[in-house]
């Protein structure tokens, strides 16, 4: 999404923004998610190894309440689909996540590709996976997430919160998962790593 | 979004970021800092690089740094108007540079901490200008939360990810470097520039082994795995980590130490287990080298670090190399998989994944045929997977339990799933034995051998209890595992496969060498054992989940085996399917599934039709109607002989479902009633009811096995004799299923709607055509009141008006039916002067002349060619004079050097050739003599391996699903369809009428190509003749693909090969096909056809065969215009009777021809149908 802020003055930066980098679900088709075309490893990730790519944490979404996107991260996946995900992502929320509580586990699969999410306070969580990351390693996954997420907010976010703690939630998202892969679960480890300590102090 | 009182996400970047420094001051503090201290990030000298290398890179980062700042400077310089500012994300990377030149301030550090980085992380993705800052503040700060954002932003620039460079970041798109124009244009900063400084700066940082460095070099090594792509960094990558490996993986630290997070260890061991972790991590993410025993090594002494994450990342490894070369792994794993070695640690380890990556492990090298020598190696891990059947996490054990059936990430094996459930249902776990455990009284209970399929059902039964909707989405999958492992075991008769034994004896068996029995009185078999899990099973249809619904759906039906009765299952999906929660996605995977089980179990034909036509009546709109067509088709071959009949009527009771009745809730659960409330669901019922009959008229034949050109037993004349009614109780008494279809059809020409008339009377066209007597006159008879509007009255009983003005004649058929009935009459009175002729031979007792009987065979000829205008049937077997004609025809085509299958087109018999030519020399076809069932069921059932199937989309669909593809992203945009090859859904044993298809355009549409609709999107120009329906027709105004077999006879003989079983398989347009498949499977044909058609995608293509067809032929026949012909589209042509015509080539019963003078329209060539013009 190119956009040219550059000359921009402030007051239409404000105001643009949002109208285009938002995703409201308003937007979305209410039609449901259909099979479209194949998904071709492609864009670099050609040197990987099939079980490699088969096995990743295809995607991490952060939404508000609302259906905006706040954090994403893909992995393997080509972008031309991101739009296709996020979209079914967030209408899966809408859809789902009303009136749930917070952290409880909902699961989704479209083919074989499998989704957990769970709201949490203010925002709802998404994680993607395929094969080695299934419902139930997701559902690992996503509590470690969840956990990264109180443990820098305090408590369940409210969006200004997660707002505030933007930075630092990125941070610990960096070290859950790395390349598709979930990488540091425990706590301690990850706060260590996210100050630039050693996973295990002396 | 706008939280009036809180802070959104714009309000974060929009926030005034920094009490930056007053702009002057910090510009020319920052200028001179990055004049001034050659030690600004590009200070530290590339141990790798020469000197003149060094410099010439110091002075292009300082270049590039001096530009950025000096730009930025300027920048700032814009006064500013407001207090409060928003941010954009110029100011954001101005700030960076300033704050950069200045970080050794604490003032400046906690701007970079606190505002500018967590705002800059809004963004998804960070500009390479910004890399000379970053690395600036890699170098010269100290801070480690700034160093480690600073690592966190190095690691988003490095991946290549196209022209947009865009990462997956965070919400907010980067404004694409346009916001950093003023910057660009002075510096020209690109990703070319930094990247190689930041690959020297990471990979420096990655090899220094300064132990007070070592959590910086684990950073650096995590973000240049991010620009592994390039084979350079990859190399470089490896060389890291394999020099890490070399110091500290030799010697590995005992794992009690830590695990838990209880720390202890020297500083030195502790150091070693940190780099332990970040090569191995690393490591994990490069590209697997299987033949390389380093990698092997370095992998398996991971399995014995003390980092429990090493430890995951190594397990992983190791159990993706196992599968590549399991017996190379079990030798390196050696004494690590004994009890008390480090694979029985991780069966305590706390990291789930990585349990799940030993018993992928053990499965990998318990079933290694590799092994076969060693079988103690192999149980070894075998005990080891079986234990992980016990482990506390849902995870785990259902990953050790879809191991035990033999589920394996590549395409499944049958035998391999087979054996996975006798293994199931037959082995017993044991307790390995625990010299440490002294209390043996206590451990004696623990330690008793447990059978794998009880352990298994109550380990399922008390998940499924769970409140989890995962675990119990992932339970149900669980049990579609097992039910696709129980049918492959069914499948294969795996020895002793009886359900009804008593499981207990196997393990009594097992334990007697332990000298104890554990029979506890009570029988359990496995089909008991089963029959209360599929309980708890079907309860779970009651989630509110409707995801989890579905796969306990799936589960259900790959648990269902043929024997049982399915009347629950049948009801319980008519009760979800009235849900409307269930999209169509999910819906269709459901069907899909019944492919699988029905390509898993045959004999299931029958009961998955029953099953398949829930979803036809109840969610007509949402499902695939071309997978489900697939699946009848399918269905209809695998049933078998004695099923056939049973398959077509489950079809065909589509048919007889009442129209839907808006706003009628009494049949929401009943199966039978339709649930098409909306508009959209009654349109694509409507679609189906037309897919129905026009399957019924395709198959009908096949499904009777009635056909005119091997009517088995021949109908005597006196049948023929009787008045109508009494011959059709003969017909259905002779052929119950034929007569069946045909009453079918038949009430369909009256009650459908227009579309479903039209169809079924070119159904019943069919079937006249294919059928011997009776069933033709009575076809005959009935088109022919049909036509005249007279026999309504005698259906007025069963006649539920729609509502439509029929027409003049009742049923609005009339103009399409005279050709109809014209083909038919034609075909009598032939036959009728064919007696007559052969009556006056016998009289006269005279043999026939070559000109009589070349004229008895151009007649032959013709019909034949009027015909396969309606439908395909085999040209050499097919007699439309009759049987009696057959000697007359085979004695002309002996003498001439004809074959049957290319007739009087042949360009060799037109030419006169054939007559000099040797029968020897030319090698007759054999063809098949009879329908082959077998053949046919054979096909049918190894569909998948058939090359037919990749051209049909949804056959590609079916494909997919069945080797378990599906990592598309879910649509939400229908354009993508449009990509889809235009292909039918065509098949092998049954002709398709309707086969062309065009890209789906259509939203509203099913997005079938081989759907009878689906032709008519593009045939636009039908509506010129049939009142706008939108359906395509024996006399479309194209050159349609529609019952013809013409390209039999262009396509020459290169195109024709002899059918060899199932494995002829279609590759092109040139590539071989079958000469004469058995009658009914000519897929080959049709779909070769398909591609003729210039409307439908493949158009150029097909033109370009005529071409080079007329280039190589290159005779020109004259013709004369019979009748006058209006043009019905713009390739088409008029003619007036009487007109001379050169014919330049056929094409599907259609002639391009050209005129000698151009018409009132001034069009010289054109498109006309073969039957206006008489060749001369």
């Known amino acids: ?64 309440s609302d259906g905006n996107i706040l954090v994403e991260r893909f992995n393997g996946v080509p972008g031309e689909e991101w739009l296709h995900w996020r979209s079914f992502l967030v209408k899966l929320g809408a859809d789902n996540l009303k009136g749930v509580k917070n952290e409880e586990l909902l699961v989704a699969c479209h083919k074989s590709v499998y989704i957990v999410y769970t709201v949490l306070g203010h925002v709802s969580i998404y994680l993607v996976g395929k094969d080695e990351y299934d419902e139930l390693a997701l559902s690992e996954a996503i509590f470690v997430v969840t956990s990264a997420i109180k443990d820098v907010c305090g408590k369940p976010p409210t969006e200004r919160i997660f707002l505030d703690k933007y930075g630092r939630i990125c941070l610990c998202l960096d070290e859950i998962v790395w390349k598709g892969l979930l990488e540091n679960i425990d706590k301690e480890r990850r706060q260590r790593l996210i100050r630039l300590k050693p996973p295990t102090g002396f | 979004m706008a939280d009036s009182s809180g802070t959104t996400l714009m309000d974060l970047i929009s926030s005034d970021p920094t009490s930056a420094p007053p702009p002057s001051s910090t510009s020319t503090q920052s200028s001179t800092a990055s004049h001034q201290r050659p030690a600004s990030p590009f200070s530290k000298p590339v141990t790798a690089t020469t000197t003149t290398d060094r410099k010439s890179k110091r002075s292009t980062l300082m270049q590039i740094q001096s530009d950025a700042v000096s730009a930025a400077r300027a920048a700032v310089r814009i006064p500013h108007k407001h207090k409060k500012k928003p941010v954009s994300y110029t100011q954001l990377a101005r700030s960076i540079h300033e704050l950069a030149a200045s970080s050794d301030q604490k003032k400046s550090q906690r701007q970079l901490v606190h505002h500018v980085f967590p705002k800059l992380a809004v963004y998804n993705s960070v500009d390479p200008s910004l890399a000379p800052s970053l690395l600036m503040l890699g170098q010269q700060c100290e801070d480690r939360t700034i160093l480690r954002y600073v690592y966190y932003y190095l690691a988003r620039i490095l991946p290549d990810t196209g022209a947009q460079g865009l990462t997956p970041g965070g919400g907010i798109p980067t404004p694409n470097w346009d916001a950093l124009a003023d910057i660009d244009a002075v510096g020209g900063v690109t990703r070319a520039d930094v990247v190689p400084r930041i690959l020297d700066r990471l990979s420096t940082e990655a090899t220094n082994s300064d132990p007070e460095f070592h959590a910086r070099r684990l950073q650096a090594l995590k973000a240049l795995t991010y620009a592994s792509d390039s084979p350079e960094i990859l190399q470089k990558l490896y060389e890291i980590v394999f020099g890490i490996l070399d110091k500290v993986a030799d010697t590995p630290d005992k794992r009690k130490k830590g695990i838990f997070g209880a720390k202890g260890g020297d500083k030195e061991s502790i150091i070693r287990s940190n780099l332990q972790y970040g090569a191995i991590s690393a490591l994990r993410r490069l590209p697997l080298d299987p033949g390389n025993p380093i990698f092997l090594h370095r992998a398996v002494q991971g399995v014995s670090f003390s980092d429990p994450v090493a430890v995951r990342h190594s397990l992983e490894i190791v159990s993706v190399l196992a599968t590549k070369d399991p017996y190379a792994v079990a030798m390196a794993l050696g004494k690590l998989a004994q009890p008390g070695g480090a694979l029985q640690d991780v069966l305590h380890l706390h990291d789930v994944l990585a349990r799940v990556a030993l018993a992928r492990l053990c499965h990998a090298i318990s079933r290694a045929k590799s092994l076969d020598e060693r079988p103690d190696i192999k149980a070894q891990f075998t005990s080891l997977l079986y234990q992980l059947l016990l482990d506390p996490s849902d995870r785990v054990c259902f990953e ?100 009804g034994g008593d499981v207990n004896t196997f393990s009594e068996n097992n334990e007697q060498e332990d000298g104890k029995s554990q029979h506890e009185g009570n029988k359990d078999t496995v089909a008991s054992l089963l029959a209360s899990l599929m309980e708890v099973v079907r309860t779970t249809v009651a989630c509110e989940c409707v995801y989890v619904r579905a796969m306990v759906i799936k589960a259900l039906i790959w648990m269902q085996s043929p024997q049982e009765t399915f009347a629950e299952l049948e009801s319980m999906i008519a009760s979800e399917l009235s849900d409307p929660a269930w999209s169509a996605a999910l819906l269709n995977d459901i069907l899909l599934t019944l492919h699988a089980r029905f390509k898993a179990t045959p004999d299931m034909a029958v009961t998955l039709l029953e099953i398949a036509r829930v979803f036809a009546t109840k969610v007509p709109g949402k499902i695939d109607a071309d997978v489900l067509q697939l699946l009848w088709k399918t269905c209809l071959v695998g049933a078998g002989p004695d099923g056939k009949h049973t398959a077509l009527e489950a079809v065909t009771i589509v048919l007889d479902l009442p129209p839907p009745q808006p706003g009628s809730m009494s049949g929401l659960t009943s199966i039978d009633r339709v649930f098409a409330t909306d508009p959209k669901s009654a ?52 052929n119950p299923t034929l007569a069946n279809a045909l009453t079918r059809l038949q009430r369909c020409a009256f009650i459908g709607s227009w579309e479903v008339r039209i169809i079924a009377a070119q159904a019943l066209t069919t079937m006249a055509i294919r059928s011997g007597e009776p069933y033709r006159i009575q076809i005959y008879e009935f088109l022919h009141a049909l036509a005249q509007g007279g026999v309504q009255s005698q259906f007025s009983d069963m006649h539920i008006s729609n509502g439509e003005d029929q027409g003049a004649s009742g049923t609005g058929l009339g103009s399409l039916l005279s050709p109809m009935l014209k083909v038919l009459d034609d075909m009598y009175s032939a036959q009728d002067d064919l007696i007559k002729d052969m009556r006056n031979h016998d ?61 009087m087109r042949d360009p060799a018999v037109a030419t006169g050739i054939s007559e000099l030519i040797y029968e020897a020399t030319k090698p007759a076809p054999v063809e098949p003599d009879n329908l082959d069932d077998d053949l046919v069921n054979a096909w049918a059932t190894g569909l998948a391996d058939d090359g037919l199937w990749n051209n049909a989309p949804a056959m590609n669909r079916v494909n997919e699903f069945l080797a378990g593809a599906g990592t598309d992203a879910p649509d939400v945009d229908d354009e993508n369809i449009t990509s889809r090859p235009s292909m039918s859904y065509e098949d092998m044993w049954a002709k398709t009428l309707l086969e062309t298809a065009e890209a789906d355009d259509d939203d509203g549409r099913s997005s079938g190509s081989s759907s009878p609709d689906s032709v008519g999107s593009v045939e636009t120009s039908i509506s010129s003749h049939f009142g706008g329906m939108n359906y395509p027709s024996l006399f479309s105004s194209k050159p349609s693909t529609y019952g013809s077999s013409q390209p039999v006879e262009k396509s020459g003989t290169s195109r024709h090969r002899k059918p060899s079983g199932g494995s002829n398989s279609y590759e092109g347009y040139g590539s071989p096909i079958t000469e004469e498949p058995p009658p009914y499977s000519s897929p080959v044909h049709q779909r070769y056809e398909s591609f003729e058609n210039p409307l439908a995608g493949q158009g150029s293509s097909s033109f370009d065969s005529h071409e080079e067809e007329r280039s190589s032929s290159g005779n020109v026949q004259s013709g004369t215009a019979l009748y006058d012909f209006t043009a019905g589209g713009d390739d088409e042509l008029n003619l007036t009777a009487g007109e001379e015509v050169e014919i330049e080539y056929e094409v599907d019963g259609w002639f391009y021809v050209k005129k000698k003078r151009a018409g009132r329209d001034g069009k010289l060539a054109g498109l006309v149908p073969v039957l206006y013009v008489s060749q001369s």
């Not at chain 1, 998610?33 to 190894?49: A, D, M």
């Not at chain 2, 499904?703 to 011959?727: C, F, I, Q, R």
């Open chain 2, 843 to 903: 009289n006269a007792q005279k043999e026939w002349t070559d000109d009589e009987l070349k004229k008895l065979y151009e007649t032959h000829e013709r019909l034949l060619d009027l015909v396969s205008l309606f439908c395909y049937v085999p040209r050499s077997k097919y007699l439309p004079l009759g049987p009696t004609s057959a000697k007359l025809i085979d004695i002309y085509r002996n003498r001439h050097n004809i074959t049957a299958s290319s007739g």
């Open chain 2, 400 to 499: 050790a339990i879809l191991c035990v059936l033999g589920k394996s990430d590549a395409a499944d094996r049958t035998e391999e799933r087979a054996l996975g459930w006798y293994r199931l249902t037959r082995e017993v776990l044991k307790a390995p034995e625990a010299p440490s455990v002294k209390d043996k009284d206590k451990s004696s209970k623990a330690r008793r051998p447990q059978l794998l399929i009880k352990l298994v059902m109550r380990r399922l039964e008390s998940s499924f209890r769970s409140f989890s909707r995962p675990v119990l989405h992932a339970a149900a999958r669980v049990v579609q595992e097992m039910g696709k492992s129980r049918a492959a075991a069914f499948s294969l008769g795996v020895h002793e496969i009886d359900e």
């Open chain 1, 1 to 64: 999404m190119p956009r040219t802020a550059g000359s921009c003055c402030f007051k239409f930066f404000f105001c643009a923004i949002p109208l285009s980098i938002y995703l409201p679900i308003g937007s979305f088709s209410s039609s449901s998610p259909r099979v479209c075309r194949s998904l071709t490893w492609k864009g670099g990730q050609s040197f990987i190894n099939t079980e490699g790519i088969k096995k990743m944490l295809l995607a991490v979404l952060i939404a508000n």
């Open chain 2, 683 to 734: 349109l694509a019922l409507q679609r189906l009811v037309q897919a129905a009959v026009w399957f019924l008229g395709e198959n009908a034949n096949y499904a009777a096995s009635e056909y005119a050109w091997e009517s088995a037993t021949p109908p005597g004349t006196a049948l023929m004799m009787l008045d109508a009614d009494k011959m059709v109780a003969a017909a259905s008494s002779r």
